[in-house]
């Protein structure tokens, strides 16, 4: 692990600056267990539930590839999804997560 010292008053200007309301603090991946989660990864998106950790992987539960999230905020704000396919239990390597949300809706349960 390679790690980049800043000092308090820079890590303020940066928190503030990235900040769109309440900045949550992930210690640890073991604390996304049992959340909801719209991930980007570096060749597809994916919803779910996380379940579990093992290794850099996250275990999801009904947890659905999304083909086409259609406009972004629309997807996240709304959980409207343009095409998306349920899969059930899924694993993605954390190591290829570009981001993720919090996803606020009920997952998709039906193929569109």
Not at 18 to 23: K, P, R
Request: glycine share 8%.
């Amino acid at each position: 692990m390679k790690e980049i010292k800043v000092s308090d008053e820079c890590y303020q200007k940066l928190r503030e600056e990235f900040s769109q309301g309440d900045v949550v603090e992930i210690e640890d991946y073991k604390e996304l267990v049992g959340e909801k989660l719209f991930m980007r990864a570096v060749t597809y998106h994916m919803v779910g539930r996380v379940v579990g950790l093992m290794g850099s992987f996250l275990k999801l539960t009904d947890a659905s590839w999304v083909a086409d999230s259609g406009r972004f905020m629309n997807a996240i704000k709304e959980g409207k999804l343009t095409e998306v396919e349920p899969v059930g239990v899924a694993f993605v390597n954390l190591e290829s997560v570009v981001d993720f949300f919090p996803w606020e809706h009920d997952l998709p349960k039906a193929q569109k």
